[in-house]
């Protein structure tokens, strides 16, 4: 766990609400939207996929996920050019799987109440391998803090 400082970075993204147990089935779709978007249109990634989370209400989270971009780009649809935000961030690495992620929230939690940190409600995760390419117990997710 560390903190660090990110530059802002442009992406396409798609946002919208689920309830936290339908996540696994409607990302994979989303993501295949915006990547055919990004093909149709010449758009080349510029950093792993991310969803941003605006609440942590189960029942209804409000969620958006893309993938960075190297310059601003019009969206088309549902894809939507955004923003993952720059400034200071507590970031924190999972190694496994994502049922046991709950874990390493709940220590960069942890580590940010003992430096007296004031974070956003948002948070977003980086994943850096997929579920399609390696097992789970080799995922590997970036989890950010924002910062105020």
Do not use: Q, W
Not at 2 to 27: F, N, Q
Not at 43 to 55: E, I, K, L, T
Not at 56 to 84: C, H, I, Q, S, T
Not at 97 to 120: H, N, P, Q, V
Request: proline share 9%; aromatic share 10%; glycine share 10%.
């Amino acid at each position: 766990m560390r903190i660090i400082e990110c530059a802002e970075r442009d992406a396409l993204s798609v946002r919208y609400r689920t309830p936290a147990a339908k996540l696994p089935e409607t990302m994979g779709p989303v993501y295949g939207e915006i990547a055919a978007f990004m093909g149709k249109n010449g758009v080349p990634f510029a950093g792993p996929p991310f969803a941003m989370y605006y609440n942590m209400d189960m029942d209804d989270l409000d969620v958006e996920v893309g993938f960075p971009v190297a310059a601003p780009v019009a969206g088309g649809g549902r894809v939507r050019p955004g923003k993952l935000p720059g400034g200071r961030h507590a970031t924190a690495s999972h190694k496994g799987s994502y049922e046991t992620i709950a874990k390493t929230y709940d220590a960069l939690t942890a580590f940010c109440k003992e430096r007296g940190l004031e974070l956003e409600e948002r948070m977003y995760e980086e994943y850096m391998n997929s579920p399609e390419e390696v097992p789970p117990e080799e995922l590997e997710t970036v989890i950010h803090f924002l910062v105020k």
